[in-house]
């Protein structure tokens, strides 16, 4: 299955900033998809980046809040923009597996904190 | 009502105990489920996967199906303190999915 390289692996923000988070994998994929843990909670997808197009959004999010890019196969960014401390969360990037290795494979995650 | 509900726990057993896990679910479009392992402070790990009503066993895991009742479990034989960690299922659909809240499992030496 592939590796994921995740990058912060965690952070403190003042609110009102912007963070940059990095995901690079170890093979070429066709999508990326980006999650969010909140404390004690399940993980919600964010939007699915393919590369070459724009990002899928998920009901809830929204561009301009979490832009995403994904300037090849291997590599992708998530920002969370304009942060509030209700953005405070596990961030995780993933990708899906393929046969015979079904399911997800994901970053360690960044643990973001805004204060 | 949530797709995915997973019995919230946390649970505590003791080394060498059987461990049962269950997840409900109310999508019927499910084509195949999953359970996940997380340590702390890591991104989740895929234990099994499953895309058929059964049993499907590897090594002391076994990942069970019933969709008739919309029920997966998974079954730790011989649990270790290794095993403590939080699971996650999910169930998938057109390559998204759905992943319950977890369940937080101590194994006590």
């Known amino acids: 299955s592939a590796v994921i390289s995740q990058k912060p692996s965690r952070d403190i923000c003042q609110r009102g900033t912007s963070l940059t988070i990095q995901c690079q994998v170890d093979s070429q994929v066709t999508m990326m998809f980006w999650y969010r843990q909140q404390p004690g909670q399940s993980l919600t997808l964010i939007a699915t980046a393919n590369q070459g197009s724009e990002a899928t959004y998920e009901s809830g999010f929204v561009i301009d809040k979490f832009p995403i890019s994904r300037p090849n196969l291997t590599f992708s960014t998530l920002t969370v923009s304009n942060m509030s401390p209700e953005d405070s969360s596990i961030y995780l990037c993933?990708?899906?597996?393929?046969?015979?290795?079904?399911?997800?494979?994901f970053g360690s995650g960044t643990r973001l904190t805004v204060v | 009502q949530k797709e995915v509900e997973q019995d919230p726990g946390p649970l505590s057993v003791p080394e060498g105990a059987i461990v049962s896990l269950n997840c409900t679910y109310s999508n019927s479009a499910f084509q195949y489920f999953m359970w996940y392992r997380q340590y702390s402070r890591k991104g989740p790990e895929l234990l099994m996967y499953?895309?058929?009503?059964g049993n499907k066993e590897d090594g002391r895991f076994t990942a069970q199906v019933d969709k008739s009742s919309k029920y997966i479990s998974l079954f730790i034989r011989d649990s270790q303190p290794s095993d403590s960690a939080t699971y996650l299922c999910?169930?998938?659909?057109?390559?998204?999915?759905?992943f319950g809240d977890g369940t937080t499992l101590t194994v006590k030496p």
């Open positions: 999910a169930g998938t659909n057109a390559g998204k999915s759905t």
């Open positions: 993933s990708v899906e597996g393929s046969y015979p290795n079904y399911g997800y494979t």
């Open positions: 499953t895309y058929s009503s």
